[in-house]
């Protein structure tokens, strides 16, 4: 399986702030918000990522992330000229998938929660096993303003809605998406909405109109944190500081991911620790070989 981050779009509601800086590099406490999809991605154990954004953008990316191979990954690059909608991803990265499963995410979704990377691997082998698509559900207090997924007792996705005045559940879906390949194809022949863009709720309502769009519940002991407001980018910054001083243990640290999922060795996690060592980033990854 393969994964892609939308990392598109101007971050207008984030003005000024996303004036002259992709709202995926702004900061999320102590590192840039593209580093907590991304981790979501390496949780799920997949190791080819796409990281797709805007002309102005993409060199900015590519100067945070290189190719990867110091966290064993590999990543490529794609622009999106201008918004066509989520959906367009699988189009924009149609080679890139090639014949392979993917997973999309979207580039400032925070999720945090014990036993998320087997609730990622079940997602990975719903959909690799031929199982159809996956989404998740998250349950919120006012479904109102979010897209809303109703399923039954097989977990079978019933109907999807976009900001419904009377929810047929409490279950939001959040940006967190599983396709099998077919998916390239079936973004390709989705007509565009009214506001001209590539729905991925009309990508996902085709899986559904086959019976082939399953749901995962997210529940108690997961966060799904919105980064869309500057209250929202403060409040998740707050969540992690919390987490980690509480803890000890740092959120969404890329490096620690891929020495625990064995992308690197421990020579690998020291060369990154060494380079960040006057840091208490660095310090933390030094200090993992030591525990």
Not at 222 to 233: F, I, K, V
């Amino acid at each position: 399986m393969k994964g892609i981050i939308l990392a598109g779009g101007k971050g207008t509601r984030l003005y000024p702030m996303t004036k002259a800086v992709s709202k995926q590099l702004l900061p999320i406490y102590d590192k840039p918000l593209i580093y907590y999809p991304l981790s979501v991605l390496m949780l799920a154990g997949i190791r080819d990522i796409l990281i797709i954004s805007t002309p102005e953008d993409i060199g900015a990316y590519k100067a945070l992330l290189g190719d990867g191979a110091a966290i064993g990954v590999r990543f490529d690059y794609a622009v999106q000229d201008k918004p066509r909608g989520l959906a367009d991803a699988f189009i924009v990265g149609e080679d890139f998938i090639g014949i392979d499963s993917v997973c999309l995410i979207l580039g400032d979704n925070v999720f945090y929660g014990q036993s998320f990377s087997h609730i990622l691997e079940k997602a990975v082998s719903a959909v690799d096993g031929d199982q159809g698509a996956v989404i998740f559900g998250y349950p919120v207090s006012d479904a109102r303003q979010y897209g809303v997924v109703e399923f039954d007792t097989d977990m079978n996705a019933v109907s999807i809605e976009e900001k419904p005045e009377h929810p047929k559940s409490k279950y939001a879906v959040p940006g967190l998406y599983f396709y099998p390949n077919d998916v390239v194809g079936i973004a390709q022949n989705i007509d565009p909405s009214t506001r001209g863009e590539i729905e991925i709720t009309s990508v996902n309502n085709e899986y559904l109109s086959q019976g082939r769009l399953k749901v995962q519940l997210l529940g108690r002991g997961m966060a799904w944190l919105d980064t869309g407001s500057p209250d929202g980018m403060l409040k998740a910054s707050e969540f992690v500081e919390a987490i980690q001083s509480r803890q000890g243990f740092y959120v969404s640290c890329i490096e620690e991911i891929a020495w625990r999922s064995n992308f690197i060795d421990d020579a690998g996690l020291k060369k990154l620790g060494d380079a960040l060592k006057m840091t208490d980033y660095g310090r933390y990854l030094l200090s993992l070989m030591e525990d």
